[in-house]
């Protein structure tokens, strides 16, 4: 069991739409980071969150950790074929840096 | 920046051979892990390690062991390889409370 899900598992949308992947969990999480993914290659960090409510930008993409800090989103606006690839949410607990991580969202924009 | 660096992209070992798989990374960061990635499992933490000589079990340390010796070197060790061992291993390091930096990963396979 997943303590932190994510959905969707697959997302398939066309250059310049816009794309909502979600992360939840029952559990509390000190803060919570986003990786991407391409194949062939280990994630690479994009953003961390730390404070319930927060939200970052980077770019197109918006992260927000939920007020409760169980949950998270990413939202890509007008999205580009380089968003192409695994969308990994992870929590870290209070004690220690060991983090958890979800299954993964897939996501291909097609040009 | 930050670098990890795993010593094989790809390998391919028989079963019952002892495997090393090595990473190492040059920012003198204190905490390192191995994961493995399986399509639909996601990533689990086989085990880590906050400081030199020290290790603690991961999720999923069953078959493996691992040694750190020097700060920036951490060694997964496959006793017995099995066919069931075939997945991506990913290393990782960071400092406490921060994101991981990854490196590229091995694909290794057991036949």
């Known amino acids: 069991t997943q303590l932190l899900e994510q959905s969707p598992q697959f997302l398939s949308i066309q250059e310049g739409e816009n794309l909502t992947v979600y992360c939840n969990s029952s559990?509390?999480?000190?803060?919570l980071q986003w990786y991407r993914q391409e194949p062939g290659e280990g994630p690479v960090l994009l953003v961390t969150?730390?404070?319930?409510?927060e939200v970052k930008k980077l770019k197109r993409l918006t992260f927000q950790f939920g007020d409760a800090r169980k949950d998270s989103s990413l939202h890509i606006t007008a999205a580009q074929p380089g968003d192409t690839g695994l969308y990994l949410c992870?929590?870290?607990?209070?004690?220690?840096?060991?983090?958890?991580f979800g299954g993964g969202t897939r996501v291909l924009v097609k040009p | 920046d930050v670098k990890v660096t795993q010593s094989s992209r790809y390998l391919v070992k028989r079963t019952g051979e002892k495997v090393f798989l090595e990473c190492v990374q040059d920012?003198?960061?204190?905490?390192m892990f191995w994961y493995r990635q399986d399509p639909g499992l996601g990533l689990r933490l086989i085990y880590f390690?906050?400081?030199?000589?020290?290790?603690e079990k991961g999720d999923i340390p069953e078959g493996y062991s691992v040694s750190r010796e020097k700060k920036e070197r951490f060694s997964l060790i496959l006793e017995s390889a099995s066919t069931n061992q075939t997945s991506m291993y990913l290393c990782?390091?960071?400092?406490?409370?921060?994101?991981?930096?990854f490196g590229s990963g091995t694909r290794l396979t057991v036949v």
């Open positions: 990782a390091s960071s400092l406490t409370r921060a994101g991981y930096t």
């Open positions: 559990s509390v999480f000190s803060s």
């Open positions: 969150v730390v404070t319930g409510g």
């Open positions: 992870a929590g870290a607990r209070a004690a220690g840096n060991k983090l958890t």
């Open positions: 920012m003198d960061h204190e905490n």
């Open positions: 390690s906050y400081d030199v000589k020290m290790k």
